[in-house]
């Protein structure tokens, strides 16, 4: 394939993405889906399941991180999201219809990905619970202390790869 052909194949492709997205803004979800994937957040962060790599069937045989947002959005009524990686959820795979956000502009509900290692870019996912100007609470799969909810730290922030505004039944 020749120099040419391969940037307007990248042109295309940069046109089609740009005029998909243009206009739209990023809303969240529905009252009615927002609503019910906060209680869900909370009822799994109440029952504090530990943390298993790959865990995603239920709070009582512990969940991972993305495990523990696609029970959540299952039990919330999310309509077409499937089981999938933090890495895939990033990237708006899965059936997690979503918009990329700025960190600065994150609301309540919306997903965060960290990334810890290179070698796993977005490999840690979780949903801010609370943003007010005194600061944010995000809950996640801790690998030490299972499904919590706590203020982000300073370790946390500084290692946010990307936020995912959802926006399912809108």
């Given at each position: 394939?020749?120099?040419?052909?391969?940037?307007?194949?990248?042109?295309?492709?940069?046109?089609?993405?740009a005029q998909?997205?243009?206009?739209?803004?990023?809303?969240?979800l529905s009252?009615?889906?927002?609503?019910?994937?906060?209680?869900?957040?909370?009822?799994?962060?109440?029952?504090?399941?530990?943390?298993?790599?790959?865990?995603?069937?239920?709070?009582?045989?512990?969940?991972?991180?993305?495990?523990?947002?696609?029970?959540?959005?299952?039990?919330?009524?999310?309509?077409?999201?499937?089981?999938?990686?933090?890495?895939?959820?990033?990237?708006?795979?899965?059936?997690?219809?979503?918009?990329?956000?700025?960190?600065?502009?994150?609301?309540?509900?919306?997903?965060?990905?960290?990334?810890?290692?290179?070698?796993?870019?977005?490999g840690h996912?979780?949903?801010?619970?609370?943003?007010?100007?005194?600061?944010?609470?995000?809950?996640?799969?801790?690998?030490?202390?299972?499904?919590?909810?706590?203020?982000?730290?300073?370790?946390?922030?500084?290692?946010?790869?990307?936020?995912?505004?959802?926006?399912?039944?809108?």
């Open positions: 394939m020749t120099r040419k052909r391969v940037l307007t194949l990248w042109l295309l492709l940069f046109s089609l993405l998909s997205f243009a206009g739209r803004e990023a809303h969240a009252p009615q889906f927002g609503a019910s994937f906060r209680r869900q957040l909370n009822f799994i962060v109440a029952r504090n399941p530990r943390y298993v790599w790959g865990g995603s069937n239920d709070i009582a045989s512990a969940l991972d991180c993305s495990g523990y947002i696609y029970l959540a959005a299952k039990w919330a009524g999310l309509p077409g999201v499937t089981r999938t990686t933090a890495s895939r959820m990033a990237q708006g795979l899965g059936g997690w219809t979503s918009i990329s956000v700025s960190p600065e502009s994150a609301e309540e509900l919306d997903l965060v990905f960290w990334t810890f290692s290179v070698t796993r870019p977005n996912v979780g949903a801010f619970l609370k943003v007010t100007p005194n600061g944010r609470v995000v809950t996640h799969a801790s690998g030490s202390r299972g499904v919590i909810a706590e203020p982000m730290g300073r370790r946390l922030t500084e290692t946010i790869s990307r936020v995912r505004r959802l926006n399912m039944g809108d």
